[in-house]
């Protein structure tokens, strides 16, 4: 059992960044600020290894995200685990312009943090602390793997052309580019179906997309991880429709990992309009 748990440690990490890179619409349509408050449970083989919470505001001018995410119960016994991210930036005529990011992730082992710095999605500065040590065994990242990208958090703003449904290939169909600092990866989402749903806060249909992993550069030349997920066509996510934004919002990610299946679900989920700041949860 604490080698099957250890083993989830790695998946646990990649879970993480595909549900980031799938992850929370915020409001783009209203004059206020809307805020998006969501938990999510992460799953392993049947197992309640993590759990995770998204706070994100936004306003016509700017936006921001916070994200937590710990493992918990008997996987946090093994490693202590936790990731803290927060984003900001812009979105202008329907573009995502992220301004910042920052993560700090910390386990039993060590604590590393990244600093990035963005201008229209182009990356000016990168601070990994401490540094990463094995760098010639992986694959370059170039100056080109950083224009026009999304950081983790930002790519949390999924938005839906106006006069398009929410529920259908609108939703879904989408390349979404992303850099963490370490890793230019692509999610590439196509629509399969719809299918109707009821968790807390929300009841009625919602999108079902395929999902597929494309590494780019950053990750090891040997990564088995890599190689599995970039073959793995055992990702799907389903997107609910939050109408007064115009955006989705996945409520569910299925994958299969190198440790076993893994879910996330989203537990909570709610939208508060009015000039609400957003404040990051645990």
């Known amino acids: 059992m604490f080698r099957l748990i250890g083993l989830?440690?790695?998946?646990?990490?990649?879970?993480?960044?595909?549900c980031l890179?799938?992850?929370?619409?915020?409001?783009?349509?209203?004059?206020?600020?809307?805020?998006?408050?969501?938990?999510?449970?992460?799953?392993?083989?049947?197992?309640?290894?993590?759990?995770?919470?998204?706070?994100g505001s936004i306003d016509p001018a700017r936006y921001r995200i916070d994200l937590n995410a710990k493992?918990?119960?008997?996987?946090?016994?093994?490693?202590?685990?936790?990731?803290?991210?927060?984003?900001?930036g812009s979105v202008?005529?329907?573009?995502?312009a992220p301004a910042s990011f920052a993560t700090t992730a910390a386990s039993s082992q060590e604590t590393r943090t990244v600093r990035m710095s963005l201008n229209a999605g182009n990356v000016k500065n990168v601070e990994i602390t401490?540094?990463?040590?094995?760098?010639?065994?992986?694959?370059?990242?170039?100056?080109?793997?950083?224009?026009?990208?999304?950081?983790?958090t930002s790519a949390f703003i999924m938005t839906v052309p106006e006069g398009q449904s929410l529920v259908g290939p609108a939703a879904c169909n989408r390349t979404i580019p992303v850099y963490d600092g370490y890793i230019r990866f692509d999610i590439t989402l196509s629509y399969v179906g719809s299918r109707d749903v009821a968790?807390?806060?929300?009841?009625?249909?919602?999108?079902?997309?395929?999902?597929?992993?494309t590494p780019i550069a950053g990750h090891r030349y040997d990564s088995r991880s890599a190689r599995f997920m970039a073959q793995n066509r055992e990702i799907e996510t389903w997107l609910a429709p939050v109408p007064h934004a115009h955006v989705v919002v996945p409520?569910?990610?299925?994958?299969?990992?190198?440790?076993?299946?893994a879910v996330i679900d989203a537990v909570e989920f709610s939208v508060e309009s009015g000039g609400v700041a957003a404040a990051t949860t645990n």
């Open 8 to 18: 989830a440690l790695r998946p646990f990490r990649l879970t993480c960044g595909l």
């Open 21 to 55: 890179g799938l992850s929370i619409g915020l409001g783009l349509a209203s004059a206020r600020a809307d805020t998006v408050r969501a938990r999510y449970s992460v799953t392993l083989i049947g197992l309640h290894i993590g759990e995770a919470a998204a706070v």
């Open 71 to 88: 493992l918990t119960g008997l996987a946090a016994m093994v490693s202590n685990v936790k990731m803290a991210l927060t984003s900001t």
């Open 92 to 96: 202008h005529k329907g573009i995502v």
């Open 130 to 152: 401490p540094p990463l040590e094995d760098k010639e065994s992986r694959v370059p990242v170039t100056a080109a793997n950083k224009r026009n990208i999304l950081d983790p």
């Open 199 to 213: 968790v807390k806060g929300y009841s009625g249909p919602v999108s079902v997309c395929a999902a597929r992993y």
């Open 251 to 261: 409520i569910h990610v299925a994958l299969t990992t190198l440790a076993g299946s």
